[in-house]
């Protein structure tokens, strides 16, 4: 699915499946695209979008779905029609790279700096580093089991937000890196932070424990995580391929080892426990437990930068390309 086939544009920044299972792709540059399963519909800003490049999607309980951009705010389609969410209506920033809908409806906008804005469906409020936010630049964001909200910042660490109060938590409180790219939580919730430059950190509560490369991992900058259904945990390293840790040692998987590129993007795993790893350069490699399966350009794939990966209902796979 290129754009010769009907898709917006070739960088696809983030794959979205709603309710209905339409398969919604956002690109750096055009907007939006559709895929219902035979037709595709693109969403511009001719149509309606705010902005044409988008970095987040998110489908909220009521079937709406919202569009995080670079530069255009936010803009939620609710099937007929568009509305723009942008400073000017409220939001901290128009530029938006992370969204979460919380258990009571809410939901949170994280911003390349303006901090987090919170909408409830009527106002926004907004949680920068004058309310008490580490840095207002987000990167990430999880609400966990207990209800807390996570923000990962570039460049702060993370802040806990309870409802009432903050809580930072940077390099003086035990993190390894103050630039957070993933974070997780696993079963038995302890919360994994995934650094620029850091490896990664887990917290469970009450201590920090660093993993490097002196501990074991493959590399020190960690873009994404994943726990998979027996409880082991996956980062995908920018330059070490992929280490699985599963709570006492640490396995690496590079190019030696049989991944296509040892720079790993995004990572899932399907209903079948196969772990797909999407890289930088070396298209999608699929792991069954035992044996390594290459899917580039040779084999079909239509770029081999592989940003985002997605299994509908139907167990087919998506993979966002970058061009």
């Known amino acids: 699915y290129t754009e010769k086939e009907g898709l917006g544009n070739n960088s696809v920044f983030s794959i979205l499946e709603d309710k209905q299972g339409n398969i919604w792709f956002g690109t750096n540059g055009a907007g939006v695209t559709k895929y219902n399963g035979s037709n595709f519909t693109h969403y511009t800003e001719k149509e309606g979008l705010s902005n044409n490049s988008v970095y987040s999607i998110l489908e909220d309980k009521q079937g709406n779905i919202w569009f995080g951009t670079n530069g255009g705010g936010v803009t939620k389609y609710d099937g007929s029609s568009f509305t723009h969410y942008t400073e000017k209506e409220g939001l901290s920033n128009n530029k938006v790279w992370s969204i979460l809908e919380d258990k009571a409806g809410n939901l949170w906008f994280g911003t390349w700096g303006g901090g987090v804005t919170k909408y409830n469906g009527s106002t926004?409020?907004?949680?920068?580093?004058?309310?008490?936010?580490?840095?207002?630049?987000?990167?990430?964001?999880?609400?966990?089991?207990?209800?807390?909200?996570?923000?990962?910042?570039?460049?702060?660490?993370?802040?806990?937000?309870?409802?009432?109060?903050?809580?930072?938590?940077?390099?003086?409180?035990?993190?390894?890196?103050?630039?957070i790219y993933s974070i997780l939580e696993d079963k038995q919730g302890n919360i994994w932070f995934g650094t620029y430059g850091g490896g990664v950190t887990k917290y469970d509560g009450t201590s920090f424990t660093h993993y490097t490369e002196k501990e074991g991992l493959s590399h020190s900058i960690v873009w994404s995580s994943l726990e998979d259904k027996q409880g082991n945990i996956w980062f995908g390293t920018w330059g070490g391929g992929v280490t699985k840790y599963n709570g006492s040692s640490f396995t690496h998987y590079t190019q030696k080892e049989g991944l296509s590129n040892s720079m790993v993007w995004s990572i899932l795993e399907d209903k079948g426990g196969n772990l797909w790893f999407g890289t930088w350069g070396g298209g999608v490699t699929k792991y069954n437990g035992s044996s390594f399966v290459h899917y580039t350009e040779k084999e079909g794939l239509s770029h081999n930068i592989v940003r985002s990966i997605l299994e509908d209902k139907q167990g087919h796979l998506w993979f966002g390309t970058h061009g």
């Open 124 to 179: 926004f409020t907004h949680f920068t580093e004058k309310e008490g936010l580490s840095n207002n630049m987000v990167l990430s964001i999880l609400e966990d089991k207990r209800g807390d909200l996570w923000f990962g910042t570039n460049g702060g660490g993370v802040t806990k937000y309870n409802g009432t109060s903050f809580t930072h938590y940077t390099e003086k409180e035990g993190l390894s890196n103050n630039s």
